[in-house]
């Protein structure tokens, strides 16, 4: 069973997917990039996946992203990690309002930025965390692969845009001190991830204290865009919530 829920973040309306099998399941939260959403490229299928493995999971569209009667209120270019931790939070913070989760076994995916926004958010709600193609560092502009500074916005190549703010803010944050801090953690990463180098993962990996887990899945993109790869995350993240949820 799937349904659209609402809930608030700072007074905006955050607008999400539950789905779950049976009454008092675990829960995982999911948390999409930079530039995803809930119902884009993996989400749905991790949420099904999800499911038949016996788990809720909740995923939902940070402010300012999603389309349509499913985008969440608030603006993209305002972004932050800040914001994104917030709306974190109060993702948690509904799911301890619904009666038939098991609020005492949830567990969080998150997908590049969002697995930055799992590690430094950290909370003792959480029980377990997976992180997909996340970096430890966020590259400033002048760097390789990153937006192009136009007036005071940076341009993503999808023509999106972002306040310096967005930099402001994330140098108040030290993932590789907040990693340290993390519950059991599975780190998920591409050998050929073309937008976060595979040395972020080995690099929040030797810095997580145990228990730890790192898998490079051969061949996989930044966004397991390939199904087999994708299919193979999967069952290891699946796996790894079994033995910590």
């Keep these: 069973m799937e349904r659209s829920v609402t809930f608030h973040s700072n007074g905006s309306v955050i607008r999400g997917n539950l789905r779950y099998a049976c009454e008092n399941a675990p829960c995982v939260v999911c948390l999409h990039g930079l530039e995803g959403g809930k119902d884009k490229g993996k989400w ?12 809720a999971s909740l995923r939902f569209n940070f402010r300012g992203c999603g389309r349509g009667g499913e985008k969440s209120e608030g603006k993209f270019e305002d972004t932050t990690l800040t914001a994104r931790i ?9 799911l301890q309002s619904l ?6 076994r949830i567990g969080t995916i998150g997908s590049s930025l969002g697995g930055m926004v799992a590690i430094s958010g950290r909370d003792e709600r959480v ?4 992180t997909m193609s996340s970096p430890y560092k966020v590259p400033r502009y002048g760097e390789p692969r990153i937006p192009e500074k136009r007036g005071d916005y940076y341009i993503l190549p999808s023509g999106r845009r972002f ?12 993932i590789l001190e907040d990693v340290k801090e993390a519950p059991p953690l599975l780190i998920i ?8 180098p595979p040395e972020h993962a080995q690099t929040l990996y ?5 228990p730890k887990r790192m898998e490079m899945i051969k061949g996989a993109d930044h966004a397991f865009s390939e199904s087999r790869h994708l299919e193979e995350a999967l069952q ?3 796996d790894w919530f079994e033995r910590y949820l």
């Design 189 to 196: 990463h591409g050998t050929s991830d073309e937008i976060v």
């Design 127 to 130: 029980k377990t965390i997976v």
């Design 86 to 94: 917030r709306d974190y939070k109060s993702s948690l913070n509904f």
């Design 163 to 174: 306040k310096e703010g967005f930099y402001e803010d994330i140098r108040g944050y030290d």
């Design 236 to 238: 290891i993240s699946i």
């Design 99 to 104: 009666k038939w989760i098991d609020v005492d």
């Design 206 to 210: 030797d810095h997580a204290w145990k």
């Design 44 to 55: 749905p299928l991790v949420a099904s996946k999800f499911a038949e493995a016996g788990y």
